[in-house]
């Protein structure tokens, strides 16, 4: 798996492609941890580049969302790809998490208001 994380003024996104699984939760969980250290704005995790999403990424993204709902930090998923979305699904915690499908539309519906 490769991650990166990009500021977009006070927002932070976090780019991971490849498997989530296991092996490298470690990586994908100190990315996520950091992210949430800095408390962006708005964390936005693009899951498009991922090919394999087991139990492993969805536990990490419901541990990432109950710390960033106590944090009081919007959490917002971009592009998943159909397995993830698939996995979500199955699991039934697609509707835990806010979806957009570019991080242009996550930053624009969540930017506070004037």
Known sequence: MSSE???IGDALVCVFAGDMILDSEPVAARVLTDALDSR??????DLS???LFTSTGL???LITRRRALAEGIPLVLIAPSPRTVRTLEL???ETLFTVRTTVDEALRQHRPPA
């Open 5 to 7: 994380t990009v500021r």
């Open 40 to 45: 962006p704005a708005l964390l936005a995790v």
């Open 49 to 51: 580049g991922v090919e």
């Open 59 to 61: 536990n990490l993204l």
């Open 91 to 93: 699991t039934e915690t």
